[in-house]
């Protein structure tokens, strides 16, 4: 669940997002404008959760670099911060300092509530193909599919059943059944 940007006369950057209190809500800037979301629900972190141990083993077996989940600070781009759902990326020596450059981030995710849908899919898109991310899924649980933005594509591809994803260096492939995916998750979170 999401609640809109706070409107503030203010620019916002990653240094005054980093100054702001730890009150339990997730807080991104980009261009400018500050993005605040509360603590995601369960159904949420139960898909982050999935596609977590899904990318985790294939990442560290292919040697590519790093896979996070939030809450974690990311600056990808000058006085930018955001709290990507998950996060895959290669290693340089700015990753210490919580910076990831656009060109390193193999892979984006958000996970869709009805609150962040349209930042996730506008704002945060336009934000993650301004930077030269390889790949950003937006993953709509209610709808059980994957919409997916490949750099330097006009349209996403919509995935539901088989998802195929082998970034730049890996020797072969990961690929993730879909329905699998979303049929494990526990019945009393569906709908919610």
Same mark, same amino acid.
């Given at each position: 669940?999401?609640?809109?940007?706070?409107?503030?006369?203010?620019?916002?950057?990653?240094?005054? @997002?980093?100054? *702001?209190?730890?009150?339990?809500?997730? $807080?991104?800037?980009?261009?400018?404008?500050? !993005? /605040?979301?509360? +603590? %995601?629900?369960?159904?949420?972190?139960?898909? @982050?959760?999935? *596609?977590?141990?899904?990318?985790?083993? $294939?990442?560290?077996?292919?040697?590519?670099? !790093? /896979?996070?989940? +939030? %809450?974690?600070?990311?600056?990808?781009?000058?006085?930018?911060?955001?709290?990507?759902?998950?996060?895959?990326?290669?290693?340089?020596?700015?990753?210490?300092?919580?910076?990831?450059?656009?060109?390193?981030?193999?892979?984006?995710?958000?996970?869709?509530?009805?609150?962040?849908?349209?930042?996730?899919?506008?704002?945060?898109?336009?934000?993650?193909?301004?930077?030269?991310?390889?790949?950003?899924?937006?993953?709509?649980?209610?709808?059980?599919?994957?919409?997916?933005?490949?750099?330097?594509?006009?349209?996403?591809?919509?995935?539901?059943?088989?998802?195929?994803?082998?970034?730049?260096?890996?020797?072969?492939?990961?690929?993730?059944?879909?329905?699998?995916?979303?049929?494990?998750?526990?019945?009393?979170?569906?709908?919610?």
């Amino acid at each position: 669940m999401g609640m809109p940007a706070v409107s503030s006369p203010a620019y916002w950057t990653a240094a005054m @997002v980093r100054e *702001l209190p730890d009150d339990g809500n997730r $807080y991104e800037c980009i261009d400018g404008e500050l !993005l /605040v979301t509360p +603590s %995601p629900g369960n159904l949420h972190q139960w898909i @982050v959760g999935g *596609l977590y141990r899904a990318i985790f083993p $294939y990442m560290d077996e292919m040697r590519l670099g !790093l /896979v996070q989940f +939030s %809450p974690l600070d990311v600056e990808l781009d000058d006085g930018m911060i955001v709290q990507p759902d998950i996060l895959a990326f290669r290693l340089s020596p700015s990753v210490k300092t919580g910076r990831v450059h656009g060109r390193d981030l193999l892979l984006t995710v958000e996970v869709l509530s009805p609150s962040t849908a349209r930042r996730d899919r506008g704002l945060k898109r336009a934000f993650y193909a301004r930077i030269g991310v390889s790949e950003y899924w937006i993953v709509h649980p209610e709808s059980r599919l994957i919409e997916r933005w490949r750099a330097g594509a006009s349209a996403a591809i919509w995935e539901d059943r088989e998802l195929v994803w082998q970034p730049e260096g890996a020797a072969r492939p990961l690929t993730i059944d879909l329905p699998a995916l979303f049929d494990a998750v526990p019945e009393i979170l569906r709908g919610s």
